[in-house]
Each structure stands twice: as C-alpha cells, then as structure tokens.
C-alpha cells in the first residue's frame, strides 16, 4: 500500500509511537522551520495519520506528496512539501 | 473529559484555523493550577466510561480513584501529552483558553487560581459574539 514517493527530503521528523494530535503538531512546528519548497519527511507509526496529514497539509497550505509503508504496514513515511 | 477539546483545539491551530475554548462550570478546573494536573475520571453517571458502570457501582468508595488509573493506563498506551502539556501547546498555537466569568464568580475561583496560559474570564454575550462567525462548533 501506499505510493513510491520519489523525492529527497530536506527535513526529517521522527513520530514514532506518538498518535493523534502530536504527529500533526509537531510537523506543524517541524515544517515552520524549513523553507517554502523544501519537503519535509513525516516517520510515525499512527494510522490515523493516513488521513490526518493530506487533510492537515491541504488546511495549512503546503502540498502532501504522498507516504509509503514498510513493516506491514506498521511504519509510514509522509512527504509534505511546504507551500507557505 | 478534559482531552477532547483541547485535542481538537490544538490540530485546529496546526490546520490555519482559528480556536477558542470556553470552559464553564466544573469545565474550568481544565484551567485550575490546583486541579489541571490531577485531574479525574469519575464513574458515577459517567455513560461514556468505557464499560458502562452502573452507578451503584460507581458510588463505592475507590470507584473514582480505579476509573482514574484506568484512564490514566490507556492515555500513556497512545503516548498522548499532558493535560499540562495540551494547555501549552494550545496557548502557544493561539488557542484562546477563556473561563466563563458567572462559573467562577459561582465557584469563588479567582484569576490567580488559573494557570497564565487562561484568558480573562469572559461572560456569555462575549462568547457569543465570537462563536457567532465560528464555521465549526462544537460542545463537550
């Protein structure tokens, strides 16, 4: 599942083992810190994610690129580019 | 439950939206220093417990008290933050955290009794008027 995302990230953020909210608010602060343009990586391990990160990108203004899985589906990897 | 709101309030600010919180009656102990941190899970006539307890159940000395760890056990499963941390993070995103002015005036809670991170206490007609141009409203 998921997409192949071809893309290097600028910024990397671990969330692993957090769930909703903290994955979204700590990649809110996370992509206040790097440039517009630049992509941001999102590694968490919520599923609730899949829907929290297109949905929170969109609203914020920056553009989600996709995510991947590995582990089964245990871990996800989220490209958000930042669009403002 | 103090979790729900403050949870959404934070995602919202993340999203460019903007939150206000108004807390009322027992709703303000969320912002109380001496009770933000502890506080508690009361199963008597609690329909949302997880297994719904029969009040006669949750009259029993303790009941409270069990209710709590077992809360407390599930919200550090998820690694969810603090109440305290939550307070934080939404006061730093610009959530407005206000107390309902009549609620504490009843409780005889004054504004040193809250934690900094609370606006001044407001009444009715100002909430009002600021949930008036609100697109999403919700209660808990």
């Known amino acids: 599942m998921g997409d192949t995302i071809d893309v290097k990230p600028d910024s990397v953020l671990d969330v692993k083992g957090l769930c909703c909210p903290m994955p979204v608010v700590k990649a809110k602060k996370a992509i206040d810190s790097i440039e517009v343009g630049q992509v941001l990586e999102i590694i968490g391990t919520d599923a609730g994610s899949k829907g929290d990160m297109p949905a929170w990108a969109k609203r914020a203004g920056h553009e989600f690129l996709g995510f991947s899985e590995e582990d089964g589906g245990e871990v996800f990897h989220f490209f958000v580019r930042k669009g403002k | ?140």
Request: glycine share 6%; proline share 9%.
């Open chain 2, 1 to 140: 439950m103090a979790y729900p709101p403050l949870i959404l309030a934070s995602t919202a600010i993340t999203m460019d939206m903007e939150a206000g919180i108004f807390f009322t009656l027992y709703g303000i102990d969320v912002l109380k220093k001496s009770k933000y941190a502890k506080l508690k899970v009361a199963p008597l006539a609690n329909p949302a417990m997880p297994m719904p307890v029969p009040n006669i159940v949750g009259a029993i000395p303790g009941m409270t008290a069990m209710a709590t760890t077992m809360m407390k056990s599930m919200i550090k499963k998820i690694n969810w933050p603090t109440i305290p941390e939550l307070i934080e993070i939404c006061h730093e995103g610009g959530v407005k955290l206000w107390p309902c002015e009549p609620s504490m005036a009843m409780m005889g809670i004054k504004r040193e009794d809250l934690v900094p991170e609370a606006e001044e206490s407001i009444g009715a007609a100002a909430y009002l008027d600021y949930a008036s141009a609100a697109s999403i409203t919700l209660s808990f």
